[in-house]
Each structure stands twice: as structure tokens, then as C-alpha cells.
Antibody, heavy 120, light 111 residues
Framework: QVQLQESGPGLVKPSETLSLSCSVSRDFISSHYWSWIRQPPGKGLEWIGYLFYGGSTNYNPSLKSRVTISADTSKNQFFLNLSSVTAADTAVYYC??????????????WGQGTLVIVSS | QSVLTQPPSVSGAPGQRVTISCTGSSSNIGAGYDVHWYQHLPGAAPKLLIYGNTHRPSGVPDRFSGSKSGTSASLVITGLQAGAEADYYCQSYDSSLAAYVFGTGTKVTVL
């Protein structure tokens, strides 16, 4: 069964760039769609964007101007960069894999999530 | 605010049946995009419960079932157990937003 694990700083200063990594085991990032999803404290889930092998990406338009998702296939990792962060970007960030079944994209495997706080 | 609306909370006694609605519009559920459901326990990663409107992944008990009609979808939990206390989210795609969207979330309480 695929496993995903997020890593990165738990504290980021306002106006700086939030950078997270997701390490994937028991699957290859050369298949499937790989997404980032976040949940601000006390709020619901928000899809940030995905990466598909070959470099194809798709971002939530609400975050598109600040988001970059990339991958390192040699390390079987993918990454999230979110620039110009504010307190509103404080959230638990999850990486997730799509089910790959032809239905509208769904997320069948998730990391445990990592809390990122934006504060000076 | 999400384009998929769910009731903030539902509750039921052990053994009872509860239904969680997910109301969308013509740009998401009504446009034919599939609806998926997730169970989110505190401190854990969300778990896919229902995919493709009605299908259960391997290992999900048949006490959980999903349906879709028009611009809405529903998750039904039968034989309610204490372990079902969690937040539940529907998810689909919205063509107006050009984004995958989650519902507002529903907290299930077992009385």
C-alpha cells in the first residue's frame, strides 16, 4: 500500500515562501496525479493543486499566482511552494494520491499532514 | 465558502441510520462530475469512504453507502457505531471555479 509523508518547516514568516516535501513509498510518482490539500484550523479542506508525471500541473485558481508544485522522480518526492504567505495560509497541509480509476479525481491515499503556522 | 453545502452536524443513537446531504449546483454535481466522500477522524488523515458516487473502496464496511441525484448527493451510515464519530466531507469538481472542491463538512455525533 502506498505511503506518503510530508516534511518541512512548521513555522514560516509572513511574506516568505512555504516549502514542503512529500516522500512517496510503495508507488512511483511517474504514475497517478499527486496533490496538495490543506485544512486551516477549524475550517474545511481545500485542494491546492496537482502534478502529473511529465510536469503537467493544475492549480486552484484561488492560489494559482502563488503556487508551484514540482517533483524529483529520482527521489520519488514531490514538492509544494507557496509564496508570499500570510496568516491565512496557516493550515495542516496534506499530500495525497488520486485513485486513478477514471472517475472525477478522488484521493485514496493521504499523508498524515503537517501543520504549518505563518507567524513572525 | 464552499460550493458544496453540507449540514454542520448530524447525530444518532447507536444502531440508527443517519444521512448526510451534499448540495451543489449545475457547475459541479449537476454537471455530471462524480461525488466522493471522506471520513476525517481527529488527528488522522482523511479516509476515502465512497468514490464514483456509490462505490466503496476495499475494506470500507457496507454500512456506508452513497447516492447522487440531480445537483445533490448523500452519504448514508447505517448501524451507527461510536467509531463513526468524525467529520465527513463530500468532494467533486466545479467547472466554474476550475477546481476540485470539498463540501463544508459534517460532524457526526453518536449519542
Amino acid at each position: 500500500q502506498v505511503q506518503l509523508q510530508e516534511s518541512g518547516p512548521g513555522l514560516v514568516k509572513p511574506s516568505e515562501t512555504l516549502s514542503l516535501s512529500c516522500s512517496v513509498s510503495r508507488d512511483f510518482i511517474s504514475s497517478h496525479y499527486w496533490s496538495w490539500i490543506r485544512q486551516p484550523p477549524g475550517k474545511g479542506l481545500e485542494w491546492i493543486g496537482y502534478l502529473f508525471y511529465g510536469g503537467s500541473t493544475n492549480y486552484n485558481p484561488s492560489l494559482k499566482s502563488r503556487v508551484t508544485i514540482s517533483a524529483d522522480t529520482s527521489k520519488n518526492q514531490f514538492f509544494l511552494n507557496l509564496s508570499s504567505v500570510t496568516a491565512a495560509d496557516t493550515a495542516v497541509y496534506y499530500c495525497a494520491r488520486d485513485r486513478g480509476d477514471g472517475y472525477t479525481l478522488s484521493f485514496d491515499s493521504w499523508g498524515q499532514g503537517t501543520l504549518v503556522i505563518v507567524s513572525s | 465558502q464552499s460550493v458544496l453545502t453540507q449540514p454542520p452536524s448530524v447525530s444518532g443513537a447507536p444502531g440508527q441510520r443517519v444521512t448526510i446531504s451534499c448540495t451543489g449546483s449545475s457547475s459541479n454535481i449537476g454537471a455530471g462530475y462524480d461525488v466522493h466522500w471522506y471520513q476525517h477522524l481527529p488527528g488522522a488523515a482523511p479516509k476515502l469512504l465512497i468514490y464514483g458516487n456509490t462505490h466503496r473502496p476495499s475494506g470500507v464496511p457496507d454500512r456506508f453507502s452513497g447516492s447522487k441525484s440531480g445537483t445533490s448527493a448523500s452519504l448514508v451510515i447505517t448501524g451507527l457505531q461510536a467509531g463513526a464519530e468524525a467529520d465527513y466531507y463530500c468532494q467533486s469538481y466545479d467547472s466554474s471555479l476550475a477546481a476540485y472542491v470539498f463540501g463544508t463538512g459534517t460532524k457526526v455525533t453518536v449519542l
